[in-house]
């Protein structure tokens, strides 16, 4: 079972930016997108980036033209960097891997996050 850490959260004012990273325990992104995810206090997880392995991307609306989703080098780790925040960008973020069967959905164990707060 791939295990993913995510970190690099935290608290950011409004227009700021930040880099989330997601490490995972083996290299599963040779076969697998990879996306973000991001769970609001009352609200449901909502994956609102990802990227496949030939580096394409797509974004929700909400966060186009200012989130980046990326890869590292060692195929084992992607990245989220975050500009223009939002208070309404306030969430735990989470990172996954990604199969499609009529939509998306994660099949990876969840990590445990890590919580942006962005200040108005």
């Known amino acids: 079972q791939v295990q993913l850490v995510e970190s690099g959260g935290g608290l950011v004012q409004a227009g700021g930016s930040r880099r989330l990273s997601c490490a995972a325990s083996v290299s599963i992104f040779r076969i697998n997108p990879m996306g973000w995810y991001r769970q609001a206090l009352g609200k449901q997880r909502e994956l609102f980036a990802l990227?496949?392995?030939?580096?394409?991307?797509n974004y929700a609306d909400s966060v186009r033209g200012r989130f980046t989703i990326s890869t590292g080098n060692a195929k084992n780790t992607i990245y989220l960097q975050m500009s223009s925040l939002k208070p309404e960008d306030t969430a735990a973020y989470y990172c996954?891997?990604?199969?499609?069967?009529?939509?998306?959905?994660?099949?990876?164990?969840w990590g445990q996050g890590t919580q942006v707060t962005v200040s108005s």
């Open positions: 990227i496949t392995s030939r580096g394409i991307t």
């Open positions: 996954n891997a990604l199969s499609y069967g009529n939509g998306w959905y994660p099949f990876g164990s």
